[in-house]
């Protein structure tokens, strides 16, 4: 038996306060049915657009000038019957959530070479000029794991992600690193990964609407929209939590470590380039909070 998950990331953003990298796993069957009934919704004269569906173009409709967003002039009432028929879809088919929830402010305060534990990297050992592990790779570690959870040993797992160009080689890496030493006795499990464009599968798209409001979610709270609280309404009755990995949760993976292990990731110093490119983010910050700041009386 063959299952394919289809997955999408938000907050990889610098300044975002969570990464997710989640989606839905499904059979081929249910893929199928989902896909021609997805197209038949983007597809309708009324709602095509030559995008497909795009949660962050959709929901920033009110702020966009101009032609670039696809939904910009849409009225509400057409609006609001588009994202309803998609969510319809989604609740119609058997579809799993799957996901990776990070705490980036957590995730940060670890060390370099725990940072590289944490998303299971060993600098320099296959993937070249990529020595940066990122809350993006350890979301994406998390959903990768989950995604095994509950499968039959007969069944193997395949994942087809949204392109990524900065991050994708290490996802891809972590990926085979998985598939070769398993988590847990599942490696046999792991079928391929392949990354595509959001426009060319609604799967993703799906995915996409998943973590973009699952973020806001989880930034905003009670001020959410109302219609992104109407999605949220909509999809969490297949699941209705998503668990956040949170410093206490990453130090009990560094537990697993031997005490002379934990010692030594965590002594582990960053190559010049990791440490250039830290200052630079550091720098570029700086720049953007002084920005943000109120000229003081008198100026």
Known sequence: MVEWVFGDEAGISDGEPYCIVGGYRASHIQWKRF???????????????????????????????????????????????????????????????????VDVAAFQSFAWGEQCALVNYEPGASVPNVDEPSPYHLAFRLMVEESLNNVPKTTEVHFVMDQQRELQQRAIDGFHWTKRWGIGGTATNLGDI????????????????????????????????????????????????????????????????????????????????????????????????QQKQPPTTGQ
């Open 35 to 101: 896909e021609k009934e997805w197209n038949e919704v983007i597809e309708t004269p009324r709602f095509k657009t030559a995008k497909g569906f795009h949660a962050v173009d959709f929901h920033n409709r009110h702020r966009a000038s101009g032609t670039e967003n696809p939904y910009a002039k849409w009225p509400e009432a057409r609006a609001k019957d588009y994202i309803a028929a998609l969510t319809k879809v989604i609740r119609s088919r058997r579809l799993d959530v799957v996901a990776g929830v």
């Open 194 to 289: 392949s990354f595509t464009q959001q426009t060319q599968s609604p799967g993703v798209q799906a995915a996409d609407l998943l973590v973009s409001d699952w973020l806001a979610t989880l930034k905003y709270g009670p001020r959410l929209s109302a219609e992104r609280r109407a999605v949220m309404d909509a999809l969490t009755h297949k699941r209705d939590w998503l668990w956040s990995c949170d410093r206490p949760a990453m130090e009990r993976m560094l537990g697993m470590f031997p005490p002379s292990m934990r010692d030594f990731v965590r002594g582990r110093e960053p190559p010049a380039s990791v440490v250039a490119r830290r200052e630079q983010l550091a720098a570029r910050r700086e720049r953007r909070a």
